[in-house]
C-alpha cells in the first residue's frame, strides 16, 4: 500500500536530451531545418522571415503585411484559401512579433500535396485586396480603441515606448498610423521581404523524405531571389529611472509596469539572470507573490520576466493592484529588490527554484515541435546548443553568492523606468 502521509521522493532533473535540427540547404539558398520525432502523422512547416527595413514613417508596414498574407493572392480568394486549408483538416497562421513573421502550416503528410502549395502561393503571390486591407485598418482602429481603455494595455504601450522609443519595439501606435498604409507600400514590402534569403523553414513533427522533397520542388527551384535586404538594427542604452503617469480619473485599479533595458540570451550573465529573476518574480510562488498577493493581498498576480530580443533584451516587474494601494504595492516591490541585493537566498529556497526551473523546461518538451521552438531559441540568437547546456550547469549550480552578485549587478530599483496608469 502507498503511504499517502510521506510525499513522493523526488529527483533533480540532470540532463534534457534534445531532438537536434538537422541543416540543409536547397538551390535557391533556402535554409531548412528539420526535427523529426513522435508517432503521429502530423507535420509542421513554419517559414520564418526576419522583419527588416524598419521605417518610423510606415511603422505597421510590416505587421500589416504578415497579417494580410492569407487575404488573397492573384488566383485565390481569402475564403477559397481558407476552405481549402480547412478542407483537408489543416491549419494555417499567420504571426508577427518584434524580430520576425511567419506562416505556419500544420497538417498531415498525406495531405501536404494538397495544403504546401497553397502556402507557396501565400508567400509569392499574395496581392493585398484593397477591401480587405479596408477591413483590416476598420478592425485594427475598433481593437485599439477598445484596448486604450485598459489600464494594462496602455501601461504595456506606454513602457515599450519608454524603453525603446519610436524603433519597432517602442513605436507608440496610434489610430492615425492604421490610416496611413496602403497597398503600395504593402506589396513593395512582401516583394523584399518574403523572399529565400530572408527566410528560415523548420520542419517538425514526423518528417518524412517525401515531404522535403516535395518542399524541394515547391520552394528550392522557382521561387527566387530578387531585392536587397536591409536588416533591422537597433542600438539601446538604458536610461536613468524616471515614473510616467498616465492618470485614469475613475480607475478603480492601476496597472504598474516597471524595468529597464537589460541583456539578452547571447549574454553569458543570463542564464544566472535568470534564476534572479524566477527568485523575485518568475513563478507562482516567487517573493513577489508571497508579499504583494498572499501577504499584503494588494493583487490577484504579479509577475517579472526578462525578454530577450534579436537587438536587445529587458526585464520588468507588471501587476494591477488596488488603486488605493499602489503607492504600498511600489514601496513593497522595492523593499523585495532590496532584500534580494542585501541577504542571500536560503539554500532550500534555491533549490525549490532550481527543481521548478528544469522541470519547466523538461516538461515543456513534450514532442518534436517544442523541441523546434527551442532550437528557434537559439538559432535566432546566433547560438549553439551548447546554450542549453550551459543554461542546464548554471540553474543546477549556482550558488547564494552568486545570485547576491548578480542582483547587485543588474538590479537597480532606482534606474528602473516605473509606468502607472490609473490612480496612484
Not at 510521506?6 to 531532438?19: D, H, M, R, T
Request: one cysteine or more; aromatic letters at 10%.
Amino acid at each position: 500500500m502507498i503511504d499517502r502521509a510521506q510525499a513522493p521522493a523526488f529527483g533533480q532533473v540532470e540532463n534534457i536530451e534534445l531532438i537536434r535540427a538537422k541543416p540543409l540547404v536547397l538551390a535557391n539558398g533556402l535554409k531548412v531545418f528539420s526535427i523529426d520525432g513522435g508517432e503521429q502523422d502530423l507535420v509542421r512547416i513554419e517559414f520564418i522571415f526576419a522583419n527588416i527595413a524598419y521605417d518610423p514613417k510606415k511603422p505597421l508596414q510590416a505587421f500589416a503585411c504578415n497579417t494580410m498574407l492569407n487575404d488573397g493572392t492573384s488566383e485565390l480568394s481569402s475564403t477559397e484559401i481558407a476552405d481549402r486549408v480547412d478542407y483537408y483538416g489543416s491549419f494555417l497562421q499567420t504571426d508577427y512579433n518584434n524580430d520576425h513573421s511567419s506562416v505556419t502550416l500544420y497538417t498531415l503528410n498525406k495531405h501536404l500535396a494538397n495544403t504546401l502549395p497553397i502556402v507557396k502561393a501565400i508567400i509569392s503571390d499574395s496581392v493585398f485586396p484593397q477591401v480587405e486591407l479596408d477591413t483590416l485598418v476598420r478592425n485594427q482602429k475598433q481593437k485599439l480603441s477598445v484596448n486604450l481603455e485598459k489600464n494594462d494595455f496602455v501601461s504595456r504601450k506606454t513602457f515599450n515606448h519608454v524603453l525603446f522609443g519610436d524603433t519597432l519595439y517602442g513605436y507608440d501606435i496610434t489610430s492615425n498610423d492604421y490610416d496611413q498604409l496602403d497597398r503600395e507600400q504593402l506589396l513593395s514590402y512582401f516583394k523584399t521581404a518574403y523572399q529565400p534569403k530572408n527566410c528560415t523553414v523548420i520542419v517538425s513533427g514526423k518528417v518524412k523524405d517525401e515531404s522535403i522533397k516535395l518542399l524541394d520542388e515547391l520552394f528550392g527551384k522557382d521561387w527566387n531571389n530578387a531585392f536587397d535586404v536591409k536588416e533591422n538594427k537597433f542600438d539601446f542604452k538604458a536610461g536613468s529611472g524616471k515614473e510616467h503617469y498616465v492618470e485614469k480619473a475613475d480607475a478603480l485599479q492601476s496597472a504598474i509596469r516597471i524595468g529597464q533595458i537589460s541583456i539578452n540570451r547571447n549574454h553569458a550573465d543570463f542564464p544566472g539572470l535568470q534564476v534572479v529573476n524566477t527568485i523575485l518574480g518568475g513563478y507562482f510562488g516567487s517573493r513577489l507573490m508571497a508579499n504583494i498577493r498572499e501577504d499584503k493581498g494588494f493583487t490577484y498576480g504579479i509577475g517579472s520576466a526578462l525578454v530577450s530580443l534579436k537587438n536587445s533584451g529587458y526585464f520588468f516587474i507588471a501587476s494591477e493592484v488596488g488603486a488605493d494601494v499602489c503607492t504600498a504595492a511600489m514601496t513593497e516591490i522595492e523593499k523585495e529588490m532590496a532584500i534580494l541585493k542585501k541577504e542571500a537566498v536560503r539554500e532550500e529556497e534555491l533549490a525549490l527554484v532550481r527543481n521548478y526551473m528544469l522541470g519547466s523546461m523538461l516538461g515543456s518538451l513534450e514532442n518534436a515541435l517544442s523541441h523546434a521552438d527551442k532550437f528557434k531559441n537559439i538559432y535566432f540568437s546566433g547560438l549553439g546548443y551548447d546554450y542549453y547546456q550551459n543554461y542546464i550547469q548554471t540553474v543546477r549550480n549556482i550558488s547564494p553568492e552568486e545570485v547576491l552578485n548578480l542582483a547587485n549587478k543588474y538590479l537597480n530599483f532606482d534606474g528602473l523606468q516605473r509606468v502607472i496608469v490609473g490612480k496612484k
